[in-house]
Every structure is written in C-alpha cells, then in structure tokens.
C-alpha cells in the first residue's frame, strides 16, 4: 500500500507500546531532560542572591549596634545616622516631587486627556522609566546644581531623584484609574455622579491601592540609587541642615568608602552596614508593593464578579 | 485510503469510564464503543461533560491536575491508561479538534506538517502528506496556491479546516472533535460538516455538539450525556424519533430547561 | 503636568545638547567606550536571554504551580538589590572569588577560544575587568529578560497549547514550536529592555570593571563603558570646572549618545511589549 510508507501512517499492527514509527522513545526523553535541566537554570538567580545577602550580613552584622544608626560618621569608621537621615529625607521630598507630577500627570493621563495626547505621553513615560540613572544624574547637575545654582544640596538631589521617579509614579496611576472597571464608570455616571465626585468618591477607592503600590516600587528603586545623587549632592557627616545644603545617603557612603579602596576594615564594615540597611529599607518596600498590589488585585477581580 | 482498519469491530472501546475530581463525579461510568466508519454525535446540556469525556478518549484529562480516571477506554483492544503507554503515542492516533480554531503561528504548509516535523519526517512524505491531509479536510483547491501564506491570515471556516488537515496529516483512525462549528458562521459551518460528511467513511469519528440538527445531519449515531452520565445512546434517527429515556426525549425536543 | 515632568526631562537635555556638539575638541574618542559598553552589553544579554528563557520555559511550563510561585521571587528579588550593592558584593566577593579559582581555570583550561587565554596583567587574583562585569550585569538584567519572556510565554491560550499536544507532540516540542514562535513579541522586547537596562548601567559596572580607557586584550581585562566613564571621570570634570569645560561637555556628550541609544531600544522594547509590568523591577 502506498501510503503505508507515510510516516505518520499507522502501523498495520498497532502496538502502542511498541511504536516504532515516531521516534517516541528519544523525543520523549528529550522532553524529560529538558524538564529536568531547566529549572536548574533558577540557580542562576539563587545562589548568588542568596550569596549577595549572606555577605552582606555576614560583614554587617558582627559589628552592627545601635551605634551605627544613632551616630554620624567619623573617618573611615563611625555611624551610618547622617545618611541614614538623608537617605530618608532625600526620599521623602523626591517621592513628593514625583507624586506632584506623575500621580496628577497620571491622572490626567488616564481620565482626561484625549486618548491621542494620552498615547504618547504614555510612550514618553514608558521611555523615560528606561533613562539610565546616569543621564538622569548628568542632567540634574547640569540644571539644578549648575544652571539653577542650587550647589550640590539637598534640593538639587530630591528633585533630581524625583525626576527619575517620576515615570513610575505616573505610570502605575494611569494604569491604576484606567484599569476601573468601565461598568462601574458607566454606572456612576448613569447615577448622575458629577465628575469630581466619580473621581473622589469611586474611582480613587478601587485605584488608590495599585496608586501605592507603584509609589512604593519607585521608591524601592529610588532610594538604592547611586548616580543621580552622586551628581548633585555630597557626602558630608551631619544630617540635612537646609535645602540648599549639602545631604549624604547610604548609597553614597558605599561609594565613597569604595572610592577611598576600602583601606581600613571599618570602612568595608561600614560600606556592608550602610549596604544591609539598605537592603532593609528596599526589601521592606518590596513586600509592601506586593501585599498592597495582591490586595488590589483580589479587589479589582471581586468588582468583576 | 487509509490503511489497515479492521473491516468491522471497535477501534475504541470505553468501559466504566468515570473521571473525579477530589469532591464530585464528572464522568460516571461510561461504556461505549466505536467502530470503523462511523460518525457518533456526543450531545448534552452544557456542562454535562461532553468536553471531559471527549478528552479522556486521547488522555488530555491528564494534563489537568486534580482529575482522577478510572475505567479503560480500549484502542484496537489496548488500555491507552495503562502503565507503559506513553500519551504521546496515544494522542498521535486521536487526533483533535477544538471549539476554537487553534491555527499556529506559522505558515499553513508547516501548520499541517507540525505533527510529521516533530517525527523528523523528510521532505517528499511531508509534501504528500499535507497535500494529502488538506485534500481530505476539503481545503486543498482553496489554498494550495498560497501554501507559505501565514494560517492566520485564513478565515475562520478555513482555519477549523486547516486544524482538521492538521490532525489528519499524521493519518490518525480517530478523529475527536469538540464542538467545531460552534464559533463559525453558517457557511463556514456548512463547509466543515462537509468535510466531516466525507470522513466519516474513513475513520472514526467522534463529534461534541450542542446542535441537535447538526447532529441529525451528520451522525449515525447518537450518544446522549447527562450529569455525567450516560443516558442513551443508538442510532441517530432512534434516538431522534424514538428516544426510550425522557431526559433524552426532553432534551430533543427543545423542551429541556 | 506629566508634561512637564516629561518636557523637563527630554528638553533639558536637549538644551545643553546640540549646543555642546562642537566642542568635542577632547583627545578622548568616543569609540572606545562604545565598544566598551557594547562588549559589556551584548555578551550579558545574550546569557541572560539564554537563562531567561529557560527559567521562563520551566516556570511557564515544566514545574508544579506551586513551586513557581516559591522560586520565581527569587528572580525578582535580583531587580530589587540597588546597583550599589551589586558593586559592592562584586568588588569584595564575586571578584575575588573569579580571580581566584574561576578564571585561573578558564584561562588555562578554555586558552584555546579566543579571548579566554591570559596575558601579562589579566586575569588578576581581584577578577575585576570585563569579564567580571559581564557576570555582574547578567544578574541586573536577569529578572526583566525572564519575566518578560514568562510572561510571554504563559499568554500562549491553552487551546493551542493543547493542539500541539493533541498531535503527539511533546511539551518540549510545543514549547520550542509553538509557545516560543507564539511569544516572539515579548521576546524581543525582553531583549531590547534588557540591554536598555544592561548599557545604562553604572555604579556596578564602574565599581568592577577595572576601568580604564583601552579595548582589552581579552576578556578579563579592564576596559570603560560609556556610563562608567561618566560616573568615573565626573570628579575631573567637577574640579576643572572653570577651565576644563570641555571634560564636562564631553560627558555630556557622551551622556547624549547613550541617551539616543538606550532611546532607540526602548522605544523598540516598548513597542514589542505592549503590556506594562508595575509589579517587578519597574519594567
Ligand atoms: N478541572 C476541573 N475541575 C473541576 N470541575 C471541572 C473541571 N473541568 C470541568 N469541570 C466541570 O465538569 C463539568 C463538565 O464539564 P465539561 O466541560 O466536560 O462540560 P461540557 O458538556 O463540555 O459543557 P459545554 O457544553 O459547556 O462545553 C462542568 O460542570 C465543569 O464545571
Ligand atoms: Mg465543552
């Protein structure tokens, strides 16, 4: 018979455990190998991880007291209170620069502007969130620090960092007002709900909590960065004393004990425990992205149902 | 044309099939065959389990964690559930076809090559198959000029078509089809029962409807499920004109609820 | 107000950028830190699309839900360690650990592919030079590649999914068939986000590159990014202020071509991936 040649021709004798036809036995335990290599491939990402974070603890935690964060710095040694504080101030101002411009940009973005206009800002935002930090920093320092004669302090650091924030920010409240189921808009407005109080009353409840979660996944990714401040700011011992005065960070006492070569063992001590709080503050920020995102999620399926 | 059926006798035998999850019976003891040439209509209320049980025919139930089979379902007289029968074997001879058409991302030539490529099949017998299999599935003179063309640039009808020359290409004796007109137009729909009207003199064909007319215009026989159960099963115009059981009688007749 | 913001960010740059074009009168040539940031970029990515599809492939595909869900964190949680801290951990641990038992083996064991053999400075027992870098940025790049490309490939519909399997086919042959062609999109746009996100980086690079303003001779020699070169040589540039504009129009430069760069690949990143990920790394 002529087709009885055909590969994927049955067999005139049909053993399914004999089949001889289909190369069953090889690709089966092909199939069997990739199963079991692959998810080796995640070893990739643990171990150092887990690696990264036993260091850090290991080189931290011996000597960390409350000294090290209730006391500034001095030399190579000291504590970590400066910019621990400055960390957090630094933070504070650029998380409400960044909520000035990309909740309300956000916002405008999603409810109000035309859905042309809405596009490309989008794109613009999208793009933005991908500018090395680098470039952010040079541009911080080229306006703030150098055209605006704000010197290297505080406020030239908190609205750079806040510029680089910003596309998170606006991005996670686009998505969040836009994402409002459209028959829970239809049926505030069908109810004669005014705009504003739709805006108030219904859609920032259901948006507010994915809102949060992308602020707090900006400042995760703001508060470790390195190069915009570095650029407009500098590492001095005290605590913020004005605006327009110079702030340290955490980050940037890691990268000046780096910069002096690491000479004296405090220095690589303290550059772990400015690193371990770090690790600290990022990590905490983490989880709260993702129980106030899992949160919002579980809210926005039950509005569905 | 195809080769080696037995000229009368089961190609498929189910018996006892039930299928569980960890709190209620989906499939509950289901026996039946099917023989060579013949076209059998699974009909049901949605949700009854004409989905479940089509797909535990060729042990796709399998892929869904939680089920539990129990029974056998016989292939020329071999349980495809026991222990030493790789799937893969068994679904090579089963084919399938789905509600939606599930065209792949590829050409319509490699589309219906896919299950001779995966069987490093050389080239001659895969050019004669696919011209083969979409000969059969009555697709040939409408594509056979733009072979390289990409499969989702064809129309619905033409797609489900393409999946049934797909399934058919590795020359399978079964054919399980799971409602495939319920998402295209009339026309296209009237197309598809084409095909299936000629291959059913060919193989077995098993095929999920939610339409009693398609079912009366295609089947020999009819086999009504219910709750997991099966109610009734025999030839189509008994079952149309002479249903022994009122859960089919209802059901036929429109008046089911 | 998002204008602005956006405004603010593209047309300062704008503003000292063409202005400064001219001025390029620096001996350093541009060149050598192009390819310096290529060399770093491209080998990085690659690994870490290679990796990434794996974990992508076994996430979506070969392992129990449940498991996924307890290891994929992990690949998250890589996006969430600042850079700095990167640097650090790579200056003080993984280079001297590369130094001392991994590149002694590859440059005596592997000398016969190119670029792997030593020479006079390199490999040194601190492991810092290109290859160290490569390392370093394969782990930053690591969780955009594989969670784009899990995402990716978990959008493959299950009907299609299930068609490959109806046919015989193996889960293997479906995935590298079907899923894969299937998610080509989301694989490019893992591709150009992931090397937008490798060629911008700084601080690490910096901190393990054993920067210098040379294309090395192999692989473990130092060399200079773009990016690094700016965060390496922005002191100088602060400290001739009055009389050595020209340094700091140079990086500005420099920053401007990176700008475009990173530019161009995101804007095609973004194109490819339509969806937006809030949740992990920002991506
Ligand atoms: N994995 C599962 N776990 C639990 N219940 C399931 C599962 N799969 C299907 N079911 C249930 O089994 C029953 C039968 O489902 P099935 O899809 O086989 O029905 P059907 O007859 O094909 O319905 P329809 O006509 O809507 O396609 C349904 O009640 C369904 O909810
Ligand atoms: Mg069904």
Request: net charge positive.
């Amino acid at each position: 018979m002529a087709t009885a040649t055909l590969p994927g021709n049955l067999p005139v004798v049909d053993d399914l455990r004999r089949d001889r036809t289909g190369h069953v036995r090889g690709r089966t335990i092909a199939d069997r190998l990739v199963g079991w290599l692959l998810p080796l491939l995640y070893l990739v990402a643990i171990v150092p991880i887990l690696d990264l974070v036993y260091w850090v603890g290991r080189a931290a935690l011996p000597t960390f007291t409350v000294a090290v964060i209730t006391t500034d710095p001095s030399g190579a040694g000291g504590g970590l209170y400066a910019p621990l504080v400055g960390s957090l101030t630094i933070l504070l101002f650029a998380t409400g620069f960044s909520l000035l411009f990309g909740f309300f940009g956000g916002l405008a973005t999603a409810e109000y502007l035309a859905e042309r206009v809405a596009g490309v800002i989008r794109i613009t935002a999208n793009v933005m969130a991908g500018t090395p930090a680098i470039i952010v920093g040079l541009f911080g320092y080229i306006a703030f620090v150098s055209y605006f004669g704000w010197g290297f302090s505080l406020a030239a650091a908190s609205v750079t960092l806040g510029v680089f924030m910003t596309p998170y920010v606006f991005r996670a409240t686009d998505i969040a007002y836009a994402s409002v189921p459209p028959h829970i808009r239809e049926a505030a407005v069908g109810s004669g709900a005014r705009p504003l109080q739709y805006l108030m009353k219904v859609a920032t409840p259901i948006a507010l909590p994915q809102v949060l979660s992308g602020v707090f996944l900006a400042m995760a990714i703001g508060v470790g960065e390195t190069a915009p401040l570095y650029l407009t700011t500098t590492t001095v011992a005290l605590p913020p004393l004005g605006f327009f005065q110079p702030v340290s960070a955490l980050s940037l006492y890691i990268w000046s004990d780096y910069q002096t070569g690491f000479i004296l063992p405090i220095a690589i001590h303290r550059a772990f425990q400015a690193a371990f709080l770090l690790l600290v503050i990022v990590i905490g920020l983490n989880v709260l992205v993702r129980i106030v995102a899992s949160r919002s999620r579980r809210r926005l399926e039950g509005l569905y149902q | 044309m195809s080769a080696a059926l037995p000229p009368d006798g089961a190609i498929l035998s189910v018996d006892g099939l039930g299928v569980t999850t960890r709190d209620r019976d989906l499939l509950d003891n289901i026996s039946i065959d099917f023989s060579a040439r013949s076209l059998t209509a699974v009909v049901g209320p949605s949700g009854c389990g004409k989905t479940t049980f089509v797909r535990s025919l060729n042990r796709m139930t399998e892929l869904t964690p939680g089920l539990r089979i129990r029974g056998t379902v016989r292939y020329l007289g071999q349980d495809i559930y026991a222990k030493g029968v790789n799937p893969v074997v068994v679904r090579r001879r089963m084919g399938m076809v789905f509600q939606r058409p599930t065209v792949f991302p590829m050409s319509i030539f490699e589309n219906a090559a896919f299950g001779l490529r995966i069987v490093r099949a050389d080239d001659g017998e895969v050019d004669r198959a696919v011209a083969e299999a979409l000969q059969r599935a009555g697709l040939w003179d409408e594509v056979k000029d733009e072979l390289d063309r990409p499969a989702l640039a064809l129309s619905g009808g033409q797609q489900q078509r393409l999946c049934i020359a797909r399934a058919l290409a590795v020359r399978p004796r079964v054919l399980l089809l799971d409602e495939p007109t319920s998402a295209l137009d009339p026309g296209a729909t009237q197309r598809v029962e084409a095909t299936l009207q000629r291959l059913k003199e060919d193989i077995v064909l098993v095929l999920v409807t939610h339409n009693v007319g398609q079912a009366a215009r295609l089947s020999d026989r009819i086999a009504f499920l219910h709750s997991g159960r099966l109610v009734e099963v025999g030839a189509t115009a008994d079952i149309l004109e002479r249903p022994r059981e009122k859960l089919t009688e209802q059901f036929i007749t429109g008046r089911y609820e | 107000m998002a204008i602005i913001a956006v405004l603010l960010g593209a047309s300062g740059l704008e503003n000292f950028g063409p202005s400064f074009w001219g001025f390029n009168a620096t001996n350093y040539g541009i060149l050598i830190f192009v390819i310096g940031s290529f060399l770093t970029s491209v080998p990085a990515l690659a690994i870490a699309m290679v990796v990434g599809l794996g974990i992508g492939i076994a996430s979506a595909t070969y392992l129990p839900r449940i498991l996924a869900a307890w290891l994929d964190p992990f690949v998250d949680l890589l996006a969430g360690i600042p850079s700095i801290i990167y640097g650090l951990w790579g200056y003080l641990v993984l280079g001297p650990f590369f130094g001392q038992y991994v590149f002694p083996w590859t440059s005596t064991r592997l000398a016969f592919l190119p670029g792997l053999a030593a020479n006079r400075l390199s490999p040194a027992p601190n492991g810092l030079g290109l290859a160290l870098a490569i390392v370093v940025l394969v782990l930053m790049v690591l969780p955009i590649t594989t969670v784009l490309m899990r995402d990716a490939l978990k959008s493959v519909p299950r009907d299609l999914w299930e068609s490959g399997l109806a046919l015989g086919a193996t889960r293997w042959e479906v995935t590298r068939r079907v899923a894969i062609p299937y998610s080509k999109r989301g694989i490019w746009g893992a591709a150009f986000l992931g090397f937008g996100r490798a060629i911008g980086e700084t601080v690490a690079v910096f901190m393990v590159i054993d920067q210098a303003a040379k294309i090395p001779t192999n692989v473990y020699g130092g060399t200079s990014t773009m990016a690094s070169l700016i965060i390496g040589s922005i002191d100088a540039a602060f400290n001739l202020n009055a009389s050595g504009v020209t340094e700091l129009h140079f990086l500005a430069e420099l920053a401007l071509v990176l700008l475009a760069i990173t530019l161009v690949v995101n804007v095609a990143g973004r194109w490819m991936v339509r969806r937006t990920y809030t949740e992990v790394a920002g991506l």
